[in-house]
């Protein structure tokens, strides 16, 4: 069983950049698929962005693309995503996923594809 603990959240202001990081425990990190997800005050999770296991191939929703880069060191258990020129409507708590993946390309943006899910990490993005 894997275990995600997120860091890295924080108080920024509108344009600014943090990087989230999500380090995993407990299971053989190169055989996951990961995720990114967020969900703000009042509203449902949604994904933001997603890795495959060997870091090949990234996918990101329409909202963050060209904003947000998903990473991942396998050599260290651990999956990032930096964000840059941060908005207000970015603020939500940010939450790390996990999911074993059979196949070395393959993706996944649903919530209900994860089994595994980290604590979650706030970013406030102020105006």
């Known amino acids: 069983q894997v275990q995600l603990v997120e860091s890295g959240g924080g108080l920024v202001q509108a344009g600014g950049s943090l990087r989230l990081s999500c380090a995993a425990s407990?299971?053989?990190?190169?055989?996951?698929?990961m995720g990114w997800f967020r969900q703000a005050p009042g509203k449902e999770r949604e994904f933001v962005a997603a890795?495959?296991?060997?870091?090949?191939?990234?996918y990101y929703s329409d909202t963050v693309k060209g904003r947000f880069t998903i990473s991942r060191v396998n050599a260290k258990n651990t999956v990032y995503v930096q964000m840059n020129s941060l908005k207000p409507e970015d603020t939500a708590v940010y939450y790390c996923?996990?999911?074993?993946?059979?196949?070395?390309?393959?993706?996944?943006?649903?919530?209900?594809?994860?089994?595994?899910w980290g604590q979650g990490t706030q970013v406030t993005v102020s105006s």
């Open positions: 890795i495959t296991r060997n870091g090949g191939s990234t």
């Open positions: 996923a996990a999911d074993e993946g059979r196949y070395i390309h393959a993706i996944k943006v649903s919530e209900d594809e994860y089994e595994h």
């Open positions: 407990g299971g053989t990190f190169n055989t996951y698929i």
